[in-house]
């Protein structure tokens, strides 16, 4: 007796029907692997603007909160505007204060420090010595005070003093930073601010 062996195979039909399921399956694990990460992206932009924001506010807090009349008895405030807050303070190991500048330059937030020189001290603007602190800063473009300032009536509620700013009331400081590394790819710049006062301008 002879031996039948049952020969069977795809079809056509059922080759094209694998093909097509296996394109699917391509196409939404692809879609699925681009949206992970897209999303892993804006979370490590969030995480390093957090961590650039932490590093930055916590050196403007340091400074800001040992304002103090100058080496040669200037009033502890230079400038006091939205974007940009000049005071004299003891940052370094002397004994001398130094001028200290925060300003934001387009999206770049700087530090300027110039110490006093010469007999009798003299502060000479162009022996500042410029650092630049953060990158992407966009509260410019966002439309957010770097920098508000507050009276000693104020308790925590209400808004800060206006232009023009009388800086012998300035108190305290509010400090917002608005950081966006890639507009592209977060959906928000990422906001973060700190509020100081200064130590040696309280009066209670």
Partial sequence: MRKQFSQKGFTLLELVVAIGIFLLLGVGFASILVVSLRTNDIVWNQLESQNDARHVLQEVVDDVRRAESSSIGSYAIVTSTAYEFAFYANVDSDSLREEVRFWLDGDILKKGVTKPAGNPL??????????????????????????????????????????????????SVRVSLEIEKDPDKSPEPFHAETFVQIRNLKTN
């Fill in 122 to 171: 003299v502060y000479n603007a162009a022996n500042e010595e410029v650092r630049e602190l953060a990158h992407s800063v966009v509260n410019i473009t966002e439309g957010v005070n770097l920098f508000e300032y507050f009276d000693e009536t104020y308790e925590g509620v209400g808004s800060g003093l206006v232009d023009p700013i009388d800086m012998t009331a300035i108190r």
